[in-house]
């Protein structure tokens, strides 16, 4: 790498200088003091109910500029003095001085703060994250020291460039050689200026060309007035450094001595527990929007495990959208069928409650539907007496039922005339021999669409004229055919077709819906004066209705629960794919908090992984579904479609991503920094 190369670097590297004070909050550097103090620190390490100390009482001072080689072998605590120099680990006890400030008791996100806006890392294993190109890889501390989208890629484009990568720079990190990984590496760790490089073993794992172009660049970012520490277990490399320490079993056996130079007069701020707050340093719609960008692209480079997640989602919203659709579909069709019947009505029958064939018992008048009729609120009362008959036309035979009433019958129903007309209170006060067709029979008894008025229709062997054929009604809840009946005077029928003086039903409608209570109140009064005993029963209609609504509603949570139990399912298993994500990713959350990721960024990254999951998996779910529901219709079940239980389902899909993707979100923010970059 030639001198020009290295020096681009560095001015690149200078040129964010500013921006990289005004984001620090954190620390200063003052001419002619020790950057980076330790007083008596020592590690202590617990593991089995067994304490083994790492660190003896390290003293040292570092200053500002030093190009510094911390030597030592395999074991001798080198390492873990550099976790705790770069803020990734904490001492046990002793004193950590930055700046003239004690920073060993500062919480894990202030420490972020340090780390992201002071130290940068190079690593011996270059831990750079799989799924990112070099150009991602290199913004990563940008992106939490909350840079805009395209300044951070251009001076990442820019760092790598410089470095010889500019062919390289959507290259992942498997596609590309050792040293040009730690390349990306050292970019990496000048992104937000780097103003301490902390390199571990940074020649470890390159041939010896890149290795020594990696220390030339060390070298050259030294004399450029970065502090670099050096780890290494090297004596020739630590040589390249202008002061050597060397440590054995966790003690500094020898220092060669700080060298004074002429420091930089940049002035940072200092540490105050204000500026240093992370609550100050979290940029939420960035953050947010930075968590998507992460997330969308850490699930496509798992996209089978991200499909398979996205069923469980998918099944439990399309089975809670496909049965409240026919859930308030059936609920529909129930309360029509019964609103068919009138809900303003009230049915007299003979009988005391509870006792069977009421209806044949002989207990109610057509003096008491009468007598029904003067009571207030009270617009008609109808009686009508009915039973089976046989139908005749020519040779066509055909059973069905006849209704004998009063020409009020279809006011008090609501069931209004097709062709022709009702019988008249004439016609049932002179016993007409007429008769009134329901859809039903008509369809049967003359077929072919030929017109009935007019004609002969023979009842039990009486002849019957047809006046009039009525519109359809439908089935009552029970699923009775309202159509398949005739109507004849109720006068007609007692003479001549069932010989009964007594009648079937008293049909009330009311005028007030809002004091039907009342009005069925006046009612039993009355017929308990006329009887003088209790022999006959009332149904509301409205109060059936509102039982029916009641149990189609029970129904249908019913249903919904059943499906919600899908949706808990989908929900576990979203749960489980997130632990596994965290389990597998364990390095990369350790790279992202050692370039400065607070806790809310990782747990901003997974919690929204697992919303996009859910969110995804709701709107497949819904369309899936409302298809469900739409192929259920074509069948002939009854379906309503509404927005409430749409949103209900996506919006219990996005609670239970929430929900489910919080605790594997709060495990990996919880995280040690050192641990997790020590995960395999």
Not at 418 to 427: C, K, L, N, Q, T
């Amino acid at each position: 790498m030639t001198q020009s190369n290295l020096a681009a670097v560095s001015s690149t590297m200078d040129q964010s200088a500013t921006a990289a004070d005004a984001a620090t909050a954190a620390v200063s550097f003052r001419h002619a003091q020790s950057l980076i103090e330790l007083r008596d620190l020592t590690k202590t390490y617990h593991s089995d109910g067994l304490a083994v100390e790492i660190l003896h009482g390290i003293t040292l001072k570092i200053y500002e500029g030093e190009f510094i080689a911390i030597m030592g072998q395999s074991g001798s605590g080198k390492t873990t003095l550099m976790n705790i120099l770069g803020c990734l680990d904490r001492p046990s006890t002793g004193t950590y001085l930055f700046a003239g400030h004690d920073v060993s008791g500062l919480g894990p996100d202030d420490l972020a703060l340090l780390r992201r806006n002071i130290f940068g890392f190079v690593f011996q294993r270059y831990n750079l994250i799989a799924t990112e190109t070099a150009t991602e890889n290199v913004e990563i501390p940008a992106i939490y020291a909350g840079m805009s989208r395209r300044e951070r890629i251009k001076r990442a484009q820019d760092l790598l460039c410089t470095l010889g990568l500019d062919d390289r720079l959507d290259y992942r990190p498997t596609q590309l050689s050792g040293g040009q990984q730690q390349r990306v590496s050292i970019a990496r760790a000048l992104m937000n200026g780097g103003r301490v490089i902390l390199a571990d073993e940074p020649t470890g794992a390159l041939d010896s060309t890149s290795g020594a172009e990696v220390l030339q660049l060390l070298g050259d970012l030294h004399r450029r007035g970065h502090t670099v520490i050096l780890i290494t277990h090297n004596a020739a490399i630590a040589n390249q450094a202008e002061r050597i320490l060397e440590i054995k079993d966790g003690v500094i056996v020898s220092d060669s001595g700080h060298v004074p130079r002429q420091v930089s007069a940049t002035a940072l701020p200092t540490v105050t527990s204000e500026d240093s707050s992370p609550a100050r340093d979290i940029h939420l719609l960035p953050d947010v929007l930075e968590a998507i960008g992460m997330a969308m692209r850490s699930l496509r480079m798992n996209v089978f495990r991200t499909v398979l997640t996205l069923l469980g989602i998918i099944i439990g919203v399309g089975a809670v959208v496909a049965m409240l659709a026919l859930g308030d579909g059936s609920k529909q069709a129930v309360l029509a069928r019964m609103e068919s019947m009138g809900t303003d009505l009230l049915l007299v029958r003979p009988g005391a409650p509870g006792v069977r064939g009421a209806g044949d018992l002989a207990t109610l008048v057509r003096e008491d539907a009468d007598a029904l009729a003067e009571l207030p609120n009270v617009l008609y009362a109808v009686p009508d007496l009915g039973g089976a008959v046989t139908l005749r036309v020519g040779d066509n035979d055909y059973q069905s039922n006849a209704t004998s009433t009063t020409a009020d019958y279809i006011k008090a129903r609501n069931w209004p005339v097709a062709r022709g007309a009702f019988f008249s209170d004439d016609d049932v006060d002179s016993y007409a021999p007429v008769v009134v067709l329901g859809q039903t029979v008509l369809k049967n008894i003359f077929p072919g669409g030929t017109d009935p008025l007019g004609s002969y229709l023979v009842i039990n062997n009486i002849p019957f004229q047809v006046i009039g054929v009525l519109s359809p009604k439908g089935a009552t809840s029970s699923g009775n055919d309202m159509d398949d009946a005739v109507f004849v005077p109720l006068t007609t029928a007692r003479m001549r077709l069932f010989g009964k003086r007594y009648i079937r039903g008293i049909t009330v409608q009311v005028a007030d819906v809002a004091k039907i209570d009342e009005t069925e109140s006046a009612i039993k009064t009355l017929l308990m004066k006329r009887h003088l005993k209790l022999d006959f029963q009332i149904r509301n209609m409205a109060s059936l209705l509102e039982s029916a609504t009641e149990t189609q509603n029970t129904l249908t949570v019913l249903l919904s629960s059943i499906a919600a139990i899908s949706l808990l399912v989908g929900g576990i298993g979203v749960m489980n794919i997130m632990l596994v994500s965290v389990m597998e990713r364990t390095r990369e959350i350790g790279i992202r908090m050692a370039t400065g990721a607070q806790m809310l960024h990782i747990l901003l990254q997974f919690i929204t992984e697992a919303l996009i999951v859910c969110s995804v998996g709701g709107v497949a779910g819904v369309v899936c579904g409302l298809a469900g529901a739409w192929i259920a219709s074509r069948f002939g079940s009854p379906v309503v479609y509404s927005l409430p239980p749409v949103l209900l389902a996506f919006g219990s899909a996005f609670a239970v991503g929430l929900l489910f993707g919080y605790l594997p979100a709060r495990r990996a923010a919880k995280l040690d920094p050192v641990i997790a970059l020590a995960a395999e």
